[in-house]
Structure formats: structure tokens, C-alpha cells
């Protein structure tokens, strides 16, 4: 039996390179000003040795052998050195600054709006699987915590390393007998932090999914606050939040009991090459086997080489963090979506609204079939209602039709065209959905009515809302159409959110409209008024409507039963009522004609 082995995972780094690769030439540029800035930055111990070397040696110093015989003179050359060196890094400093900054802040700008982008395009299996809290710290944690990096760990990386391969040039070519000992901690710092690196990792890839976890956490208990308050268990989620957190924190200390020991480990190391070069360097000096500047010179390259390495543990536990992020956000870019995009452009007002299900089975999870073998037909410019228990599988018929999921076997059709066939965005527009389950965004109420099309006038949103009968109550709200309704439309009732998301389907003058209960949440007085105002648009119009309450469909044109994922009944009201069955017995139950016992 033969196996295939599993691919090694790309490293995130990797990742992330391919990902930039459009800013390639901003990183190139950026890091040029990091390597200038350090290549002056080192250049002030050179300057001091050759004024040592003045003093020492007078006029056989180095600048006086380049023809700069009177030491005042070279005093001043090595001031005017020293002047244009720390302009150079400043100048330096100020360009790396802007550059890297504004490309952390172009990167984390571009790679949060794609990666939403990306994620607005993913299969509504892929929300269900995944909590709002994660994907709320994937695209605003992870991508802020990349920024840090970007802004602050690349530039001090690309000095570490342009310091260790400048400085060690000029030892080898003042010392080499002595320059061997500066180097000396170098492999000792690399290996502890390539050691650092492989057990910091898993650690922090714990703590991002704590944070993930916890942020869910928060966003489903700030969500269901009015729940939370109904039922008194404030104490309950507080306590839920606090467990969390402390979960959070756990992981944390975890990593910052490994990341804090890495720098006092880093600091013993460079203080053994710090000092040997000191007493062995000094001991030349003293038989005369290496010239006083130049000893001071290699004294305080030492400390400029061994001392910028003491922050390579923050540095390495940056670029940790912004790796396990990283990948948390790479994770979701590469997730592929299962609902892929047909080639076929219709234009939905011409659409004339024929849907036709062709052996239709659909599970949501395999061997588990919600709908089976389902046979139906919904005409052009008619009615078609269905109904059955909670469960039935009604809703998933609706999923279906929007394409949110695609059957497991057999097909459905829009005016005879196979809607896999069909762009998303065409199937879409060509249907109006009202739900059961009513969103709002937070904005004014003209601006949630007009969602579906926000260049609509303001007659086009008056009419709408008018035939919605929502018009009355709008005008009765503080600040009439422009009155914000909250988040998810809190400050509203139920029956106004479902009001204003009828109005938001009419306005789309969409050829289906589709209604998921509408009316489950509106008195008995607004639903007669709203089904005399359907029935005024639902002649040029294909209606399909899902409804508990047989009153509000008993004048549809044909009414499917769906009991237990498949067709039972296809029929008329009247045809239902006289020849008995389930939809009988469910009217005879909703009008009182049976009495249930208990």
C-alpha cells in the first residue's frame, strides 16, 4: 500500500514575501536607507580613534600622512566628519522611518481590504464553521499585529545584519588577531535564537488563537446584550469573559516566561566577547603591537557590533508574533470557495422567473439529507407558497435558490438556465430576498432601504417604503427617513425591521421576491395591509413565500408541502382544504376547527 507524503507547510515568511510581491521595490528602497543609516551610524568610532590618533601621534597620524600636517587642522576635519556623518543619520533615520512606516501601513491597509475582500466571497459554509469573533481578529489583530513588525522589526533586523558584516570587514582588516574574539558569542546568539524561534513559535500560535477566542467571546456577548440582560446572567458572561482571558493570559505568560529569559542569556554572551577583546586587544596595545586609535576604535566597534544583538530577542519575539498572525491571515486567503462563479451573463430585469428543481438532494452534512429527490416547478408572475414543520427543509429550498449552496445531485434552473451556469452577482439581483431573521445595518433608515440599490431617489424610497406600509410609521420616528436605527436596528421593533426590509426587497424592482416568514413579526392589522400591497406588485413579479401562518398564502397560486426534505402536497388552498392531508390538518389546527389535547 503506497502513501503520499504530506507536503512540508510553507514557511510563513515565505508566505508573506510572495504575498508583497507588488511592494518589492518600496522593501528594496527601504531597506537601502536601514543599510545607509547604520553603515554612518558605526562611522562616529572611526572618527574618535583618528582624533586619539591626533593626539597620540601628532602629525604621523593617518591624516597627517594623507598631507594634513597641523593637528588643529585635523581636528577640525575630523569635527567636519563628524558634522556631515550625523547629518547623513539623520537624514537616513528620517527616510527609513517614513518609508518603512508607510509601507506597513500600505501593507496592512491593502492586505485587511483584500483579505475582506476575499473573505466577502467564501461560501456561507465557511461563515458557519467559523465564530464572527475569529474572523474579527483575523482581519483587525493579526493584520495589526504584521504592521508592528513591518514598522519596527524589519528595519532592526536589516541593521543587526548590516552591522555584524560592516563591523566585521574593519576588524579583519585592524585586527584580525583579535577580531576572532569579537565574533566569538555571534554563533552562540544565532543558535539560541534559531532555538528561541523553533519553541517561541507553537507559543504564540496558542496565544493568537486565545485572542481569536476571546474576541469571539466579546462579539457574541455584546451581540446578544438584550438576551443577556432578559435572562439576569450579566454575572454568567462576565465570568464566561474573565475565563477567556485568562486562558489569554495563561498562553502569554507561557511565551513571555521563554522570551524574557532570551535577552539576559543574549547579554552573558556578548559580555565574554565584549571583554576578551577588551584585555586581549588592550595586551597589543601595551607591547606596541597595535596603535592606540586603532585600539579604541575596535573597543567601541565591539560594543556597536555585540550590543544591538541584545535586542534580538524582542526583535525575534516581533517577528514571532507577526508570524503565527501571518498565517492566521494567509490561512483565510488561501481558503477557496466551493461555489464557483458561472461565465453566463443574463440581465435580471428581462429574467421572466421560472425556477424549476430537478431531482434536487442537499445535505448539510454528508449522510445527513435535509432535501430529497425534490421535483417543483415555480411559474412566471405567479405565487408559489411553501409550507410545512419547523425543519422541513423549506429555508434550505430558499439557500439553494440564492445559490449560497449548490445541491449535492440533480440541478436548479432559472428560465431554463442551470444557475451554476449563472454569475452570482446576475442570479442575485435577479431575486429579492425579505428574511425571517431581519438585518439592519447601523445607518439612517433611508440608507437601509435604499441598500439593495443606494443611487435610488428619493421618491423611489418613499414608494417603496409606502407599499411596505412603512411609511406612516417612519414619519412618526425623530428624524423621519434620516433617524439612525442602530446596530442590527435595535431601535426598532420587529415589525418596523421587517416593514423596512420588505421595503428594501420592493425597491430592487427584482422579477423574484423572495419572502422567508415576512410576516411573522408584524400584528394581524399590518399583515393584511402589506399582503393587499404584495398583491399589488405581484403581478409582474414571481413571489415565493414561506409561511408558518397558512392565512398569509391561502390565495397563492400554488402551495407546496414539504414534509421531512421532499414534496408531500401540491395544490390549491381550496383543493387542500377539501381533499384533507397534512396541509388540511394544519388549517383546521390554525383556524380552530380541531381541538388539540394534551
Known amino acids: 500500500m503506497s502513501s503520499t507524503a504530506t507536503p512540508a507547510p510553507t514557511a510563513p515568511l515565505i508566505r508573506l514575501w510572495r504575498y508583497a510581491s507588488g511592494y518589492r521595490r518600496r ?70 522611518g517614513i518609508e518603512w512606516r ?65 563591523i566585521g570587514a574593519a576588524f579583519f582588516v585592524i585586527a584580525p588577531s583579535v577580531a576572532w574574539l569579537a565574533f566569538l558569542p555571534i554563533p552562540v546568539i544565532l543558535w539560541g535564537s534559531f532555538l528561541f524561534q523553533k519553541k517561541i513559535e507553537p507559543r504564540y500560535a ?54 524574557s529569559a532570551f535577552t539576559p542569556l543574549i547579554r552573558v554572551a556578548i559580555l565574554v566577547g565584549f571583554t576578551a577583546t577588551l584585555v586581549w586587544g588592550g595586551f597589543l596595545a601595551l607591547d606596541g603591537d597595535l596603535n592606540v586609535g586603532l585600539y579604541s576604535v575596535m573597543v567601541f566597534l565591539t560594543q556597536r557590533l555585540l550590543w544591538p544583538l541584545t535586542r534580538l530577542g524582542q526583535t525575534v519575539d516581533l ?109 442575485r439581483r435577479s431575486m429579492a430576498l425579505v428574511s425571517q431573521d431581519v438585518f439592519l445595518f447601523h445607518g439612517t433608515v433611508a440608507e437601509n432601504i435604499a441598500y439593495g440599490v443606494p443611487d435610488a431617489t428619493t421618491d423611489e424610497i418613499l414608494a417603496a417604503a409606502q407599499t411596505a406600509e412603512a411609511h406612516d410609521f417612519i414619519e412618526l420616528l425623530p428624524r423621519g427617513y434620516s433617524t439612525i436605527v442602530g446596530e442590527r436596528g435595535q431601535k426598532l421593533s420587529g ?50 413565500v414561506i409561511a408558518h401562518r397558512l392565512s398569509t398564502i391561502r390565495h397563492a397560486d400554488c402551495i407546496y408541502v414539504i414534509d421531512k426534505g421532499a414534496v408531500a402536497e401540491v395544490g390549491t388552498h381550496s383543493e387542500f382544504v377539501e381533499r384533507g392531508g397534512i396541509y388540511s390538518s394544519l388549517w383546521n389546527v390554525q383556524t380552530g376547527a380541531v381541538q388539540t389535547t394534551t
Open 102 to 166: 508607510n509601507l506597513a501601513q500600505s501593507i496592512e491597509h491593502d492586505l485587511r481590504v483584500e483579505t475582506y475582500a476575499h473573505v466577502q466571497e467564501l461560501d456561507m459554509r465557511f461563515f458557519e464553521d467559523r465564530s464572527t469573533g475569529d474572523l474579527m481578529a483575523v482581519l483587525n489583530d493579526d493584520v495589526n499585529q504584521l504592521e508592528r513588525f513591518l514598522d519596527v522589526g524589519a528595519n532592526e533586523v536589516i541593521q543587526v545584519v548590516t552591522t555584524v558584516v560592516l
Open 27 to 96: 522593501i528594496l528602497i527601504a531597506t537601502t536607507w536601514s543599510f545607509l543609516n547604520k553603515a554612518v551610524d558605526i562611522a562616529p568610532p572611526f572618527l574618535i580613534g583618528m582624533a586619539i590618533d591626533v593626539v597620540v601621534n601628532g602629525s604621523d597620524s593617518l591624516l597627517g600622512g594623507l598631507g594634513i600636517e597641523d593637528e588643529k587642522q585635523q581636528i577640525i576635519v575630523i569635527a567636519l566628519l563628524s558634522f556631515i556623518i550625523w547629518t547623513l543619520e539623520s537624514i537616513f533615520e528620517y527616510l527609513l
Open 206 to 259: 496558542l496565544v493568537r488563537e486565545k485572542a481569536a477566542a476571546i474576541n469571539s467571546q466579546l462579539s457574541n456577548s455584546i451581540g446578544g446584550i438584550s438576551t443577556i440582560k432578559a435572562f439576569t446572567a450579566e454575572r454568567r458572561e462576565v465570568e464566561r469573559v474573565s475565563d477567556g482571558s485568562t486562558d489569554y493570559r495563561s498562553a502569554n505568560r507561557a511565551a513571555i516566561k521563554l522570551s
Open 495 to 544: 415589525g418596523q425591521r421587517q416593514r423596512l426590509s420588505i421595503a428594501r426587497a420592493l425597491l430592487t424592482d427584482s422579477p423574484v421576491l423572495i419572502l422567508d416568514e415576512a410576516t411573522s413579526a408584524v400584528d394581524n392589522e399590518t399583515e393584511a395591509a402589506i399582503q393587499r400591497s404584495l398583491a399589488r406588485v405581484a403581478h409582474n413579479r414571481t413571489m415565493v
Open 319 to 427: 517577528y514571532q508574533r507577526a508570524m503565527a498572525s501571518t498565517n492566521r491571515i494567509l490561512d483565510v486567503r488561501d481558503t477557496k470557495a466551493t461555489i464557483l462563479d458561472g461565465d453566463t451573463h443574463i440581465v435580471p430585469a428581462e429574467s421572466q422567473g421560472r425556477i424549476t428543481f430537478n431531482n434536487v438532494t442537499f445535505s448539510y452534512e454528508p449522510g445527513f439529507p435535509v432535501l430529497d429527490a425534490v421535483e417543483l416547478t415555480i411559474q412566471p408572475s405567479d405565487t408559489t407558497a411553501f409550507v410545512g414543520a419547523t425543519g422541513s427543509g423549506k429555508t434550505t429550498l430558499i439557500k439553494l435558490l440564492l445559490r449560497f449552496y449548490d445541491p449535492d445531485s440533480g440541478s436548479i434552473t432559472l428560465d431554463g438556465r442551470d444557475l451554476k451556469t449563472l454569475r452570482q452577482a446576475d442570479l
